[in-house]
């Protein structure tokens, strides 16, 4: 059993990036297994839930003539257009069916602000917005991190980078992610995080 001042974070293991899903991640549902492991060892688990209105402004659909996969500025900065995914209440924003999401004690949603996409667990990306889950882990006393999940150049790049920058002990465990890689952003992120002191393990 991990100590109790070490969460796991599980950040969106949802339908929609599984196979078959709207914005699948190769292999995404590959990692289940060693996560459902990983969750019986932490005394604190964390689940994030990517929670889209349909007018999100990630989704490429919202923006006229804009293809998936392309950038658009926003007020916060450049922002990837995805495919619309993990749709408030839909099948696909539902955690995938073989993750033992009953043994979590916190589901943290973000994404839900039609004009913000958030990859962090920890802010969204205008960098300022909290998704309140800062304050839960220092609330239960906890310093160190454990991130997991989909997917590793994004949403838990994302979130590694916010947390290392908020003071907590971070580690990647690289098998228990899959990654989008979108013009080469898996090694821009892998190094962004070594600068930053998160241990890619
Ligand atoms: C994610 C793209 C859009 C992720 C979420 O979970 O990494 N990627 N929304
Ligand atoms: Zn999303």
Same mark, same amino acid.
């Given at each position: 059993?991990?100590?109790?001042? !070490? ?23 590959? #990692? ?23 007018? !999100? ?47 979590? !004690?916190?589901? #943290? ?6 004009? #913000? ?62 990654? #989008? ?21």
């Amino acid at each position: 059993m991990q100590a109790p001042h !070490h969460a796991l974070i599980v950040i969106d293991v949802q339908s929609d990036f599984c196979p078959g899903g709207a914005l699948a991640v190769t292999q995404g549902d590959g #990692i289940i297994p060693q996560i459902n492991a990983l969750m019986e060892d932490f005394q604190t688990v964390v689940l994030t839930q990517d929670w889209h209105p349909e007018n !999100h402004s990630s989704f490429a659909e919202n923006h006229a003539g804009a293809k998936p996969f392309s950038t658009v500025q926003m007020p916060y900065g450049a922002q990837t257009l995805w495919p619309r995914h993990c749709v408030q209440g839909t099948k696909g924003a539902a955690f995938h069916p073989a993750l033992r999401s009953d043994l979590a !004690h916190l589901v #943290i949603r973000k994404g839900f602000r039609p004009a #913000i996409d958030s990859y962090s667990a920890l802010f969204e990306n205008d960098k300022t917005t909290a998704t309140g889950l800062d304050g839960y882990l220092r609330a239960r006393g906890i310093t160190a991190l454990t991130l997991v999940g989909l997917a590793t150049d994004f949403c838990v790049a994302f979130s590694a980078l916010d947390a290392a920058a908020q003071g907590f002990d971070v580690t990647v465990l690289q098998d228990a992610c899959r990654a #989008i890689d979108l013009d080469g952003s898996l090694a821009q992120q892998q190094q962004a995080m070594g600068a930053a002191g998160v241990v890619l393990a």
